[in-house]
């Protein structure tokens, strides 16, 4: 049972570590030199594997891939980053829980997939947790308020609206043929660090002299977390994430991942400080309701299928 929950635990620690470099840097420039890292790494391997064949089939596309790179990246990770640094941890993660009722709505529009009566239910259920949450924990800023929702609320929403779509557009593209995934999420995060540190210097550019202060212990802390997110959130967690999803259906991984906002909520109390809301333990269960609806013909079949297996 451990080994299903590991993953999530270094990907909601992973999570963490950005809210706590949140508290140093601003969300683009965090943004702009997360992803610039992890792009040239994953760019260097596939140009070592692919050469110059790599370079080609890049410039025959290259307009659409910067494209990509804003929708499916550059976009959902700053409105990430500015939710993170502006509401609760927990609040943002439970949001983000909601990506596969999103992609099953989107998948509706766009390509008109049915939906079931069960599956309409989870999703109406699981929306109303998380907006019941989000209205139960606002601060009341009148500098955050936006109607009823914090900006950093719809900055939440807008980050699975927008990557989800996003995401959808790149797999169009990776069953095309013409890129692999580590190309893809290589030039995907390569850009989107390129759009998000040219936006730092547009309009906070003091920002780079902050973050380039070496005499500052805020400096080495932050490095520190930095080097943790990449590590223990980036590289371990999506490993075992990996690994996790070639052992088990999308639907198990699914329903295991829902673990993920549980350890935000409780790491970013034990690290960060932020309350415990009882709001958020309803909100969850009643999320975690609405899940089980919504995949409920997927389980019965799994389960179905476990039990002749045996």
Same mark, same amino acid.
């Given at each position: ?6 993953? @999530? ?21 965090? =943004? +702009? ?10 760019? /260097? ?8 064949? *790599?370079?080609?089939? @890049? ?32 609040? =943002? ?7 596969? *009722? ?9 390509? !008109? ?26 601060? !009341? ?5 936006? %109607? ?9 929403? +807008? ?17 095309? !043929? ?7 999420? %290589? ?5 989107? /660090? ?24 805020? *400096?080495?802390?932050?490095? !520190? ?6 590590? +223990? ?18 639907? *198990? $991984? ?7 906002? $549980? ?18 333990? =309803? ?6 309701? %609405? =899940? ?19």
């Amino acid at each position: 049972m451990i080994d299903y929950i590991i993953p @999530f635990f270094f990907l909601a620690s992973g999570t963490v570590a950005n809210r706590l470099i949140l508290n140093f840097w601003s969300p683009s420039l965090l =943004v +702009g030199i997360r992803m610039l890292i992890s792009g040239i790494s994953l760019l /260097g391997a596939a140009f070592y594997m692919q050469g110059f064949g *790599f370079l080609r089939r @890049f410039n025959k596309q290259w307009p659409y891939l910067l494209f990509l790179a804003a929708l499916a990246t550059f976009i959902p990770a700053f409105l990430k980053a500015y939710a993170y640094k502006h509401t609760l941890s927990s609040k =943002v993660a439970l949001i983000n829980s909601l990506d596969p *009722f999103f992609t099953a709505f989107y998948m509706y529009l766009l390509f !008109g997939e049915k939906l079931t009566a069960k599956k309409w239910l989870g999703i109406a259920i699981a929306f109303s947790a998380s907006i019941f949450f989000a209205l139960a924990t606002n601060k !009341g800023s009148s500098y955050e308020l936006f %109607g009823y929702f914090s900006l950093a609320e719809l900055a939440a929403f +807008g980050t699975v609206c927008f990557s989800r779509i996003g995401w959808i557009k790149v797999q169009e593209l990776l069953k095309s !043929g013409a890129f692999n995934v580590k190309e893809i999420n %290589g030039i995907c995060m390569f850009f989107a /660090g390129i759009y998000s540190l040219v936006l730092t210097g547009i309009f906070t550019p003091n920002d780079f002299v902050i973050a380039t202060n070496w005499s500052s212990p805020a *400096f080495w802390k932050t490095l !520190g977390f930095l080097a943790y997110t990449i590590v +223990g959130g980036n590289i371990i967690g999506y490993s075992l994430y990996s690994k996790l999803l070639k052992r088990h259906s999308a639907t *198990f $991984v699914s329903l295991a991942g829902f673990t993920t906002p $549980v350890f935000i909520y409780l790491l970013s109390w034990l690290v960060i400080g932020e309350p415990l809301y009882p709001s958020f333990i =309803v909100a969850s269960v009643v999320t975690f309701v %609405g =899940v089980i609806i919504f995949y409920h013909a997927e389980i019965k079949e799994a389960l179905r299928t476990g039990s002749k297996a045996h």
